[in-house]
T-cell receptor
Framework: QQPVQSPQAVILREGEDAVINCSSS?????VHWYRQKHGEAPVFLMI?????EQKGHEKISASFNEKKQQSSLYLTASQLSYSGTYFC???????????FGKGTRLSVIA | DTAVSQTPKYLVTQMGNDKSIKCEQN?????MYWYKQDSKKFLKIMFS???????INETVPNRFSPKSPDKAHLNLHINSLELGDSAVYFC??????????FGSGTRLTVV
């Protein structure tokens, strides 16, 4: 079942922060986050396995609340290069393929 | 070296034709996938395949078939192409517990 992402779109000025949310109605094995720029392939950002962990990648970090089956992606001090569409993908088990949300379009302007 | 490579990058064909898209990965990953991305950017899983198991999304028409000659290759064959098949098709690979590496995509246009 497809995870639900919010918001659908967000516009930021450079230096501002943003949070993108992803929720599932099913118990999850993992949550993935990807960024896709226009005309390019999705690029892996990070994976969060069940256990309620939080991970970081430069100024981009994420959390996974296993009890609520929710994950959030945090972008701090946004840069122009952060623009793109962010997808969360969820796995029910380690052997099932990722099911992606509909994406969040992030635009960072100067 | 390209980790996951797809060919061709662009494919324009007429309705009713049969076409194939090739995918190769040199990462040593056990599992490969095909995803379809439509005009609304929705990424939909079509197939996943490893040495032991083929998982088929039940909503995928049987005109689509994956063919894997070996662990490093997962090709996509499409019969009797329809206008609605126009989309970008992405191949990807992964190991359990790790992120997916996507190919650069094949833009299929059916006319």
């Amino acid at each position: 079942q497809q995870p639900v992402q919010s918001p659908q779109a967000v516009i930021l000025r450079e230096g501002e922060d943003a949070v993108i949310n992803c929720s599932s109605s099913k118990a999850l094995y993992s949550v993935h986050w990807y960024r896709q720029k226009h005309g390019e392939a999705p690029v892996f950002l990070m994976i969060l396995l069940k256990g309620g962990e939080q991970k970081g990648h430069e100024k981009i970090s994420a959390s996974f609340n296993e009890k609520k089956q929710q994950s959030s992606l945090y972008l701090t001090a946004s840069q122009l290069s952060y623009s793109g569409t962010y997808f969360c993908g969820t796995e029910i088990t380690g052997n099932t393929p990722l099911v992606f949300g509909k994406g969040t379009r992030l635009s960072v302007i100067a | 070296d390209t980790a996951v490579s797809q060919t061709p990058k662009y494919l324009v064909t007429q309705m009713g034709n049969d076409k194939s898209i090739k995918c190769e990965q040199n990462l040593g990953h056990d599992t490969m996938y095909w995803y379809k991305q439509d005009s609304k950017k929705f990424l939909k899983i079509m197939f996943s395949y490893n040495n032991k198991e083929l998982i088929i999304n039940e909503t995928v028409p049987n005109r689509f078939s994956p063919k894997s000659p070996d662990k490093a290759h997962l090709n996509l064959h499409i019969n009797s192409l329809e206008l609605g098949d126009s989309a970008v098709y992405f191949c990807a690979s992964s190991q359990v517990g790790n992120g997916y590496t996507f190919g650069s995509g094949t833009r299929l246009t059916v006319v």
